[in-house]
């Protein structure tokens, strides 16, 4: 008897059914992801072939690793949740860093992350606008092709600032150790 | 097609086979552990039914969460590896931490591991002597009962250094987050 799934684990499901709509799928760095029309996400593991789809990707929600006391309070403040029924856009960002990344100590990438990358200060000025939900994916039972999933949700008159929110991140010097990275455009069904 | 596991990944197989004699399981906090004569380990991911085994726990080896770079070079310099031929006994110990810890973040977590609890400068005072591989349980895709398992290997002459070791450890503040822990001692059949 296989014992239960992680509760925070989450399958990022794409195929012909779900109830968001791949609009673009844009490939940013390494390997494309398959092209797809439709993505649902649902929680525990799911096979491709059992649900039919094109592929499936899992990442699970846990603890914070880099934001500080103060970073985290203007976080919990300002942020909201997913499912908001403005929020009729959304974009799944999967990236994978560099080996290198990896190697390095926690403070070293706290450092730079934060210190010289200003990762969640850029977010939190797009708060609450752009909601945002953060999957792990490099430490479950099977290999993922990525480290990491982030999952976002905003209204069409915020889709401007998500792009400057996109592009103000890439721009950091923590950017420089993503290896692989996708993008996907959605819109809800 | 189940994707390849997580190379990462290893089981901790208990029942009745096994290069590891379970001399003693003792239940230090929460519910125990069952009794089993045996232990192996191995790569991958492996459910009790098919390997006839009374419990299986599972953990990945990761990036690391709490050294800074000058313990992470003292670690480098001092530390051995598992396997050494003189290394003929070793000691499991499966640990779950409370939610409280969990809910902290980074820094704070950091703080009461080492700044107070100076839990990687009292594993260095051990060191060689003591080897020590920790494996992360908490963000696999299936529930596991605990968080992390250690597990340590060194010559029958270091087992009294290992008790003082334990105890050390077991007077910190940050000891004071577990909420259930188990330890197995074991020798090399």
Known sequence: MMPPYNTRLHAFIAGHEGPWVIQESRRILGAPLEKASRLRIESGWHDAASTHAVWVLHGATSNERYVNQEEKSLLVSRQEGLG????????????????????????????????????????????????????????????????????????????????????????????????????LRLTRA
Do not use: N
């Not at 993922?144 to 950091?172: G, K, M, V, Y």
């Open 84 to 183: 908001r029924a403005q929020a009729t856009q959304a974009v799944m960002i999967p990236i994978q860093k560099k080996p290198e990344w990896w190697a390095m100590t926690q403070e070293e990438r706290r450092r730079i992350f934060e210190e010289r990358s200003r990762h969640t200060r850029i977010g939190l000025d797009y708060l609450p606008a752009i909601a945002r939900r953060l999957h792990h994916c490099r430490d479950l039972t099977h290999a993922e092709p990525f480290d990491f999933i982030t999952w976002f949700e905003f209204a069409p008159a915020d889709a401007d600032a998500f792009d400057r929110l996109l592009q103000a991140l890439r721009q950091t010097e923590e950017w420089r150790y993503v290896q692989r990275e996708a993008e």
